[in-house]
């Protein structure tokens, strides 16, 4: 167990939809960061925030947003979703503000489009 | 943009054998990880490296500065080392990692 906690861990939508996927760190951790997998694709990374502040962002659509809350939660909302946001999404969790730190990674949550 | 290699893509080998997976990346970096991902999705953190050697049980890895290349070594191979090993990049001053493709591992009784 990483400690790290994401939830939904299955989520089954239609195209066009929103949701809501959420991520909870370990204790203590400031930094969160956001992961994709897709299949042609493999793990990118879409954003990371470290105690409530956006550090750095990458492959993320804008039609994706996330944020970090004051109690370090994070959630990444994906709006007017397509068949090729089907993945699934990581969130780990860092004490260190960089990614020079170990992360723990939580289980994924598998968004499906249909 | 860091490149990030592994090799192989695939590899089966028998139960006890020695194993070896390697990591070549094209710019310098901060810290390299080493992730082991299961069927069934979950991501789980083996070693974070920025030189010289860790071992961690039957796993060890090592990272080469100057040559820009990691290595995997899992030893006395085991069927639940079946799995995909990933290795990521940390650039200095960056705070995305950039990942390989992955290797796909199977042991095989």
């Known amino acids: 167990d990483s400690g790290v906690t994401q939830t939904p861990k299955h989520l089954i939508t239609a195209t066009g939809q929103r949701v809501t996927l959420r991520c909870s760190p370990r204790?203590?951790?400031?930094?969160v960061y956001w992961y994709q997998q897709s299949l042609d694709q493999g793990l990118q990374f879409l954003i990371h925030?470290?105690?409530?502040?956006?550090?750095a962002k990458g492959n993320i659509l804008e039609r994706f947003s996330a944020q970090q809350f004051p109690d370090l939660h994070s959630e990444l909302n994906l709006s007017s979703l397509e068949l090729g946001d089907s993945a699934l999404y990581f969130c780990?969790?860092?004490?260190?503000?960089?990614?020079?730190?170990?992360?723990?990674f939580g289980e994924g949550s598998r968004l499906t489009v249909l | 943009k860091n490149e990030v290699e592994q090799s192989p893509q695939n590899l089966t080998a028998q139960e006890g054998e020695f194993i070896t997976i390697n990591c070549s990346y094209s710019?310098?970096?901060?810290?390299l990880h080493w992730l082991q991902q299961h069927p069934g999705g979950g991501i789980v953190s083996l070693f974070m490296?920025?030189?010289g050697k860790k071992k961690h049980g039957r796993l060890i890895a090592t990272i080469n500065i100057q040559e820009k290349h990691s290595s995997l070594h899992i030893t006395a191979s085991h069927p639940r080392d079946s799995a995909v090993y990933i290795c990521?990049?940390?650039?200095?001053?960056?705070?995305?990692?950039?990942f390989g493709t992955g290797t796909r591992l199977t042991i095989i009784p």
């Open positions: 990521a990049v940390a650039n200095f001053g960056n705070e995305k990692l950039t």
């Open positions: 490296l920025s030189s």
């Open positions: 780990a969790s860092s004490p260190l503000r960089g990614t020079a730190g170990e992360l723990f």
């Open positions: 925030y470290y105690n409530g502040e956006e550090r």
């Open positions: 710019v310098g970096i901060s810290a």
């Open positions: 204790s203590g951790d400031l930094s």
